[in-house]
């Protein structure tokens, strides 16, 4: 979509629709100037007599006959409670109502929607709304994008170079989570670890200061990668760990964020049950988040390191495949016992982590639908935050304030840690029968070494299920948050 900046009174009657965002105190006060001149009695009407409340999800419409408008209240919510969140859901119900009606230019009104003191910017806007529009296109089907323009009115028009700079990062930001979204919800027979390594490779188009570096399973048993391999063993589709550098600043430690890239799984010999297993699709959506993030920033030209590593391999069962029992040599040295073949995210992330240390990373944190129990425990609203640095767990935390992508913080005690002892070698991959994403965290703490690093598990918050399936492209705004602001 076009934006523009408009001054209120420049507006109706050169608009299709016109958005008026409201809180539930319902003041029309907030509803800027002009639409409260030339419209108060119809949004009177709208306000007293048809029980508008101003929450979220709700909305009236009125037609505006004389100016050849409709107008469109939406509620906010509770202002006390207003925050990117709450907008993020606003916008979003909007968007589901007006994007089968037939307007080509929608103008919204601003004022009580960019908040500062809320943390609400017009980049997060730009963005909500892009990303509202998303659809999932499978190859037969036309793209309809039928909204071209998209007027931003408010009392004062933004200064100029702002506004540009908020559209071109909001959209750049949408254009992230839009492609983690379309890689997770692509079939997996044809999101294999080869295609997402090619993936890769198509962020260099972007930007000429992205580098990316394949590594095949030749070179992955060469450098000792022997748990990422014994993943990718049972499948014949070779696994691929592929480093993306974006490194434009001279000597500074670079942020690197490593993803779980597993394109399908199906537990291995510790075979999943049937129910819903097509949704392990998505659990590569770690991954894809990584591959979201470094495209944004690559396309904002950021002027800031960072690396991004994605471990690509997929879970299958078969006469290759590795066996509960089976111990393999890790590229850090420690080897690992498998008592579950489906416990492999873990597998293909320590490798992936050992590797990341050559980069002496400033922070690492990992993104993996790692464990069914961080679904249990926390639902599906926040991600799992795990960290051995509370200053990184904190500022992490402050990125998913400042998105609405949020995060819950769970401890790793040293008794997690007892749980992966095992007599038959250096750790085992599954802890007991309790907590099971907190041992998942502590099997990758083993690994960090002393890097500051963190764990985000994505198992409830990479896609929703039920009418809206569909991977949500999470976490990739709190990752472009984190990097630009640490
Ligand atoms: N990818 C799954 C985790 C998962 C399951 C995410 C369901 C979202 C929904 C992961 O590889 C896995 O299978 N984890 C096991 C670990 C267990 C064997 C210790 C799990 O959570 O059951
Ligand atoms: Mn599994
Ligand atoms: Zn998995």
Same mark, same amino acid.
């Given at each position: ?10 507006i ?8 008026v965002? !409201?809180y ?6 907030h +509803?800027?100037k002009?639409?409260? @001149?030339?419209?108060i009695?119809?949004? $009177? &009407?709208?306000f007293?007599?048809n029980?508008?409340?101003g929450?979220?999800g709700?909305h ?11 107008i469109l209240f939406f ?7 207003y925050s ?8 979003k119900g909007?968007i589901?109502?007006?994007?089968d009606?037939h ?10 929607i960019?908040s500062?003191?809320?943390? !609400? ?5 730009v963005?909500? +709304?892009?990303?509202g529009f998303y @659809?999932?296109?499978y190859k037969?089907? $036309? &793209?309809?994008?039928?909204?071209k323009?998209?007027?931003?009115i408010?009392n004062?028009?933004?200064p100029?170079k702002a506004?540009?700079?908020s559209v071109t990062?909001?959209k750049?930001?949408?254009n ?6 379309d890689?997770?919800?692509?079939p997996?027979?044809i999101?294999n670890?080869t295609f997402l390594s ?6 260099k188009?972007i930007n000429?200061?992205?580098k990316?570096?394949?590594i095949?399973e030749a070179?992955?048993?060469s450098?000792?990668?022997g748990?990422l ?7 014949k589709?070779?696994? $691929?760990?592929?480093?993306?550098e974006?490194?434009?600043v001279?000597?500074k430690?670079?942020i690197?964020l490593?993803g779980?890239?597993?394109t ?6 510790s075979l999943?049950?049937?129910p819903?297993?097509d ?8 991954a894809?988040s990584?591959?979201?993030?470094m495209?944004a920033?690559?396309?904002m030209?950021i002027?800031?390191?960072?690396i991004g ?9 078969g ?14 040295g420690?080897?690992?016992e498998?008592?579950?073949?489906d416990?492999?995210?873990r597998?293909?992330l ?5 590797y990341?240390?050559k980069?002496?990373p400033?922070?690492?944190i990992?993104?993996a639908t790692?464990?069914?129990?961080c679904?249990v425990?926390?639902g ?9 640095d509370?200053k990184?767990a904190e500022?992490i935390?402050?990125s998913a ?7 819950w913080?769970l401890p790793?005690y040293?008794?997690?840690f007892?749980e ?5 070698a250096?750790i ?11 041992t998942?965290?502590a099997?990758?703490?083993k690994?960090?070494?002393?890097v ?8 409830g918050t990479?896609?929703e ?10 976490p990739v705004?709190?990752l472009?948050?984190f990097?630009?602001?640490n």
């Open positions: 979509m076009d934006y523009k900046s408009l001054k209120a009174n420049t109706i009657g050169k608009t299709d629709i016109y958005l965002g !409201v539930t105190d319902k003041r029309l006060s +509803l800027g002009s639409i409260a @001149k030339l419209n009695e119809l949004a $009177k &009407k709208c007293n007599k029980d508008f409340t929450n979220i709700d009236r419409t009125i037609d505006d006959f004389k100016n050849n408008v409709q509620g906010l919510g509770d202002k006390d409670k990117p969140l709450t907008l993020n859901k606003s916008i909007i589901s109502k007006i994007k009606i307007v080509t230019n929608i103008s919204i009104n601003t004022d009580n960019i500062k003191r809320n943390n !609400v910017t017009l980049e997060l806007l963005t909500y +709304l892009e990303d @659809k999932y296109i037969k089907e $036309k &793209k309809k994008s039928k909204i323009s998209c007027n931003l408010s004062k028009i933004f100029r506004f540009i700079t990062n909001g750049a930001i949408s992230g989570i839009k492609l983690a979204k890689l997770g919800n692509t997996p027979n999101c670890p090619n993936e890769a490779i198509k962020l188009k000429k200061k992205l990316v570096t394949v095949n070179k992955m048993k450098m000792g990668m748990s391999l014994s993943v990718s063993q049972g499948s589709e070779p696994a $691929k760990l592929v480093a993306i974006y490194m434009p001279k000597n430690q670079p690197v490593v779980k890239g597993i399908f799984d199906t537990g291995g010999i999943k049950p049937s819903n297993m949704e392990m699709k998505y659990d590569m959506s770690g894809g990584v591959l979201g993030t495209k920033l690559a396309e030209n002027n800031k390191n960072v590593i994605i471990a690509c391999a997929e879970n299958m069962p006469s290759q495949a590795t066996r509960p029992g089976d111990v393999y040599t890790s590229m850090s420690l080897t690992i498998i008592l579950n073949t416990a492999e995210g597998l293909v320590c490798d992936a982590l050992t990341s240390r980069y002496k400033k922070y690492m990992d993104m790692l464990t069914g129990a679904l425990g926390l599906k609203y926040p991600s799992g935050l795990f960290s051995n509370q990184l500022l935390k402050k304030d400042k998105t609405g992508d949020r995060v913080q790793l040293d008794d997690y007892e992966l002892k095992t007599n038959f250096d085992q991959n599954i802890g007991g029968r309790y907590g099971g994403a907190i998942a965290a099997f990758l703490a690994f960090t070494d002393g500051k690093w963190a764990h985000l598990d994505i198992a990479a896609w299920v039920g009418k809206n399936k569909g991977s949500t492209g999470r705004s709190l472009i948050d990097v630009l602001s």
